[in-house]
């Protein structure tokens, strides 16, 4: 399975809100997951099965979609929150992952 | 406090083999599938393997399989990647994940692969 996501670059102020589309070449249900990338720190899983929050993970994070569309939207940028994101599809093997976007500061 | 702490990276010819160890804390590791993801310099993340809670089954993309092994020892909590055969472009750092929608990652050992 294909994952394609967009964009593979993002530019955003602090309390702007963003969206992160990941579509799958086939149906996946809802096996997706959503990660945090930044240096020096562990990978972070933000969402699982395509809107579920993982435990820890703020509010201000939501996941959609289903089959082969999704989205992961952050809501109120925080600072924290620039880093690199993928979406990785569970539903099959191999398993596949986004190629990432990077969320920067504007 | 869930850990995983991978170790045995370095450089290494191409054609040659290397081992990587991870070793699981904080929970209990005979319950959950284990998995190896690798990121090259500046690229994304790739899937490398998978391994069964037992160890009986295993999983490989095409671009490792018949080269990488993933193994473990549930007696001592630890997850194994012997890499045969290392081409240059498995140059990657290369993490361990709790395969429980990899809610838990390593922070990385480096492969180089280089003559």
């Known amino acids: 399975v294909q994952m394609t996501q967009s964009p593979s670059y993002l530019a955003a102020s602090p309390g702007e809100s963003v969206s992160i589309s990941c579509k799958a070449s086939?149906?996946?249900?809802?096996?997706l997951a959503w990660y945090q990338e930044k240096p020096g720190k562990a990978n972070k899983l933000l969402i699982h099965?395509?809107?579920t929050l993982q435990s820890g993970t703020p509010s201000r994070f939501s996941g959609s979609g289903s089959g082969t569309d999704f989205t992961l939207t952050i809501r109120s940028l925080e600072s924290e929150d620039f880093a690199v994101y993928y979406c990785?599809?569970?539903?099959?093997?191999?398993?596949?992952f986004g190629s990432g976007t990077k969320l920067e500061i504007k | 406090e869930v850990q995983l702490v991978e170790s045995g990276g370095g450089l290494v010819q191409p054609g040659r083999s290397l081992k990587l160890s991870c070793v699981a804390s904080?929970?209990?590791?005979?319950?959950?599938?284990m998995a190896w993801v690798r990121q090259a310099p500046k690229k994304g993340l790739e899937w490398v393997a998978t391994?069964?809670?037992?160890?009986?089954?295993?999983y490989y993309p095409d671009s490792v399989k018949g080269r990488f092994t993933i193994s473990r020892d549930n007696a001592k909590s630890s997850l194994y990647l012997q890499m045969n055969s290392l081409k240059s472009e498995d140059t990657a750092t290369y993490y361990c994940?709790?395969?429980?929608?990899?809610?838990?990652w390593g922070q990385g050992t480096l492969v180089t692969v280089s003559s």
């Open positions: 994940a709790r395969d429980d929608w990899f809610a838990y």
């Open positions: 904080g929970f209990t590791f005979i319950n959950h599938y």
């Open positions: 391994i069964s809670s037992s160890g009986t089954r295993t």
């Open positions: 086939k149906s996946i249900s809802n096996n």
């Open positions: 099965s395509g809107s």
């Open positions: 990785q599809q569970f539903n099959e093997y191999p398993l596949t």
